[in-house]
């Protein structure tokens, strides 16, 4: 009997054809249940010869392969990790408003180049999250700005840097600190002693002022999660591309 040399990673590679985890052709991993010994005996000395083989007759994914397996998991693995981690943050017992949500919705049109993924992600994220914690009367306030920042920086996605993204922290958490706030006030959320501000100019600054401790942990929360995780992003990158 010949074994099958499937390691469990099925994937192909666009440029060679090959399975990144066996080094097979897909007409030879098809076709492997029907071959015959003799076949199956070809097909392994074949793989010892298109493919690099380890000291202990173990398959080794070439540069080109291993390339595009870290791209795979740069794209892929990369967003549903962030996801995850954005829902735990929210979950677990943490500072008012200190929470990596804000830093997600400013890098995410660089980690993803789509907007329709990076709106997707959040969406997920923070649904994942509030279905545990419970909704909430400002919901609506809070998901559209950080939309509202994940649009708009998408469009300046490819600006982002460890020199700029100081400043790009602060301008996303101003704009969910005007609107979210906005929010409690028009929707007559409780205040300050548990009462409502009022419905004038003079309630909604109020509101405001109240609120600028939690633009603190907010805006330090964002910084804290975006430069890790650009760092990790940017060392992902340039692991796959000296391969």
């Given at each position: 009997?010949?074994?099958?040399?499937?390691?469990?990673?099925?994937?192909?590679?666009?440029?060679?054809?090959?399975?990144?985890?066996?080094?097979?052709?897909?007409?030879?991993?098809?076709?492997?249940?029907?071959?015959?010994?003799?076949?199956?005996?070809?097909?392994?000395?074949?793989l010892?010869?298109?493919?690099?083989?380890?000291?202990?007759?173990?398959?080794?994914?070439?540069?080109?392969?291993?390339?595009?397996?870290?791209?795979?998991?740069?794209?892929?693995?990369?967003?549903?990790t962030?996801?995850?981690?954005?829902?735990?943050?929210?979950?677990?017992?943490?500072?008012?408003?200190?929470?990596?949500?804000?830093?997600?919705?400013?890098?995410?049109g660089?980690?993803?180049?789509?907007?329709?993924?990076?709106?997707?992600?959040?969406?997920?994220?923070?649904?994942?999250?509030?279905?545990?914690?419970?909704f909430?009367?400002?919901?609506?306030f809070?998901?559209?700005s950080?939309?509202?920042?994940?649009?708009?920086?998408?469009?300046?996605?490819?600006?982002?840097?460890?020199?700029?993204?100081?400043?790009y922290s602060?301008?996303?958490?101003?704009?969910?600190?005007?609107?979210?706030?906005?929010?409690?006030?028009?929707?007559?959320?409780?205040?300050?002693?548990?009462?409502?501000?009022?419905?004038?100019?003079?309630?909604?600054?109020?509101?405001?002022?109240l609120?600028?401790?939690f633009?603190?942990?907010?805006?330090?929360?964002?910084?804290?999660?975006?430069?890790?995780?650009?760092?990790?992003?940017?060392?992902?990158?340039?692991?796959?591309?000296?391969?």
């Amino acid at each position: 009997m010949v074994e099958s040399p499937c390691s469990g990673v099925c994937t192909t590679d666009p440029k060679s054809g090959l399975c990144v985890g066996c080094g097979r052709t897909q007409e030879e991993i098809m076709n492997w249940l029907s071959y015959s010994i003799s076949q199956k005996k070809r097909v392994l000395k074949d793989l010892k010869q298109r493919n690099n083989i380890d000291k202990n007759q173990n398959y080794m994914l070439s540069k080109g392969i291993m390339n595009n397996l870290f791209d795979i998991s740069r794209k892929q693995i990369f967003p549903i990790t962030l996801i995850l981690i954005l829902a735990l943050a929210r979950l677990i017992p943490h500072p008012p408003n200190f929470t990596p949500m804000i830093a997600v919705a400013v890098m995410s049109g660089y980690f993803f180049k789509n907007i329709y993924l990076s709106l997707i992600t959040l969406l997920i994220a923070m649904l994942l999250a509030d279905a545990f914690i419970g909704f909430y009367q400002n919901i609506i306030f809070v998901y559209f700005s950080l939309f509202l920042i994940s649009y708009l920086f998408y469009k300046v996605s490819k600006k982002v840097n460890f020199k700029n993204l100081f400043v790009y922290s602060f301008v996303g958490s101003f704009i969910f600190f005007i609107i979210t706030n906005f929010g409690v006030w028009a929707l007559g959320s409780p205040g300050l002693d548990n009462i409502a501000y009022e419905k004038s100019v003079s309630g909604l600054m109020e509101c405001y002022i109240l609120a600028i401790p939690f633009f603190g942990n907010t805006f330090l929360s964002t910084v804290i999660f975006s430069y890790p995780a650009i760092f990790v992003y940017k060392s992902l990158t340039a692991r796959t591309s000296s391969r």
